[in-house]
């Protein structure tokens, strides 16, 4: 694996990684919007990761064939979750059903803040990829230049 193969990887892991944390951001920011009577309703948003290969040219692509290594991670899909939304008794609210009851989407707040550590933890290993990565490559110049 060369210098830029593994900026690269590192750099697809900090995008995922910065991608997740904007999907937990907006389920925590949304955990107590009810469902509008027109049907409307905020559902959990997961993002669903998938390894990558090289993704390169034709030169690259022969390379390729010679050591087929994953070089990375991409979001492939953002699944929303199916949880029955939460019932609560709120009859004075204006998106109320007719029993009084309004739809708060099914997002426990605990579960949340773990992946959210969880997604935090992994961006910083990633950073330390990187620097890790980049303080190799200036060591390998420093040896170059004696």
Not at 41 to 65: C, H, I, M, N, T
Not at 89 to 106: K, V
């Amino acid at each position: 694996m060369n210098f830029m193969d593994a900026l690269n990887t590192s750099a697809t892991g900090l995008s995922a990684q910065r991608l997740r944390m904007n999907l937990i951001s907006s389920n925590l920011a949304n955990v107590n919007t009810p469902q509008a009577k027109e049907g409307n309703k905020y559902q959990r948003k997961d993002a669903v990761f998938q390894a990558q290969g090289p993704q390169s040219e034709f030169g690259d692509a022969l390379a390729q064939r010679l050591h087929s290594g994953l070089t990375g991670v991409q979001v492939v899909a953002i699944r929303d979750d199916n949880r029955e939304p939460i019932l609560k008794y709120e009859p004075t609210h204006p998106d109320a059903n007719e029993e009084g009851f309004i739809s708060l989407p099914n997002i426990n707040v605990v579960e949340e803040m773990v992946n959210m550590i969880s997604a935090s933890r992994s961006y910083e290993a990633n950073v330390t990829a990187v620097k890790a990565s980049k303080d190799m490559a200036a060591s390998a110049i420093d040896i170059g230049k004696a």
